[in-house]
């Protein structure tokens, strides 16, 4: 099953590609009737679709959401970005970061394009404050690292209220999180729209500093310079006391996944190697057959990567089903034949091993930051519950134990899509806490940076240079 945060550099450029194409990009506008019919379907299709819509908000307070929302939508007409903004407020009040409706790309890009700007700084949040990650300004005087307190004398604690009705997510680390991969110049503009002038106060190791920033260009001033928070790329390199291996995100050829993995494993094992590091951070994810794929060159005995894992059926994951999923598959045809909002727990078969002869039988480590989204983190906890490696870095924005096994919808007017956790899965150890994936050796990454404090630190305990 697919379980990924999608890097927000693909999205962008597929709606740049669809953007070029369509003609009624800039002027296209949904009625108030369009906009309020649709706003009905998207809060029954929640209570009748996602497994369990009560699970982080009560009956009550989600109708209460619901109806407050409405009342607000008194306009004529939307344009696309306003209808978006409403409607994914309401989806997040259910607090889970696998039920959403997309950052609103289009919109932005026709932003872009009509010359927007954007706030210049890039931040990151840690233990309850925001730091400056990079500075795309003008300004000099701005250090990285510095902390930012206010924007035009609003404190950012304020900000972040207004901003986070605008991501789905189950706690404010992992709302955070996603801030810090989609941006917060991105989400500055979804929130509070064109600002072209800004008064920053920061916070340095020289006091406290006012500084006046301009806004940039969304494209040039932006967009063609920042780089991806969610970067896993494949690499096999080898130090003196380890190998170090990242396979990328979970997603893409398979195949072309596979032999890397096949490639990699042989040459480790030909090195002979005591420590493997496996390296799941600024991962968003993706499908169990890469995950399990790999964690069969670690395991002893056939395995799987959760306890439990259940699903609900619905009329529309039905028609979703019966239009795109091959029903000779068991996994598909449960769906079909279970009656509309039943829920129901469907077994896999376990995964087997490969031979013992081609398994890694040393140390395994596995990295893991706030930014190890998904199948990324669900992994991690797989590794870490069957005892196959020792999880190094710090806990993981993402639940293992999730409702998640996203799938998607249209809505009828707008067309605007929704994305909702049809299941909820459990991990191997059978906890439901609501917590992410706790290291075993905590090191904090700071700034997301390439100054590597997690694989650095790790390596000099592996070379008895600090640590226990």
Partial sequence: MTFNLKPFGALLCATLLAVTCRADADDKTYTHKQVVDDFEVLYQSLIDTHYNPYAYITEAALKNKYLTLKQQLTAQSYPPLAAINVFQQLVASL????????????????????????????????????????????????????????????????????????????????????????????????????????????????????????????????????????????????????????????????????????????????????????????????????????????????????????????????????????????????????????RYAFEFEPYTPVPEQQRYTGNVYVLVNRQSHSQASVTAAQIQDHGWGVVVGEETGDYPTLYASQFQYPLPNTGITVKIAKGYIVRVSGSEQQQGVVPDIAINDHLLDNEDEILQGLLQRLNGEGGE
């Fill in 95 to 342: 607090n889970n970061g696998h039920t959403e409706i997309d950052f609103p790309a289009g919109p932005y890009v026709d932003y872009a394009e009509a010359g927007g700007t954007l706030f210049p700084l890039e931040l990151v949040f840690e233990k309850g404050a925001a730091y400056v990650r990079a500075d795309y300004s003008d300004n000099p005087k701005i250090a990285i690292g510095a902390e930012l307190i206010a924007i035009n004398g609003v404190p950012i604690a304020d900000i972040l209220q207004q901003i986070y009705p605008l991501i789905s997510a189950e706690r404010t680390y992992f709302k955070n999180a996603k801030l810090e991969v989609y941006t917060f110049p991105r989400y500055y503009w979804y929130a509070f729209g064109r600002q072209d002038n800004f008064t920053v106060s920061v916070r340095t190791e020289n006091g406290l500093q006012s500084h006046q920033l301009t806004a940039i260009p969304v494209i040039d001033g932006f967009e063609a310079k920042k780089d991806e928070i969610l970067r896993a790329q494949q690499e096999l390199t080898f130090y003196p006391r380890a190998a170090y291996l990242n396979p990328g995100h979970f997603s893409g050829k398979l195949a072309q996944y596979q032999q890397f993995v096949d490639q990699a494993f042989q040459q480790i094992n030909a090195a002979q190697v005591d420590n493997l590091i496996i390296d799941l951070r600024n991962n968003s994810g993706g499908d169990d057959a890469f995950s399990d794929y790999l964690v069969a060159y670690l395991a002893d005995k056939p395995f799987k990567w959760h306890a439990e894992f259940h699903l609900r059926s619905s009329a529309l994951l039905k028609r979703d089903t019966e239009q795109k999923r091959d029903l000779t598959n068991p996994y598909w045809r449960s769906i079909m034949t279970h009656e509309d909002g039943a």
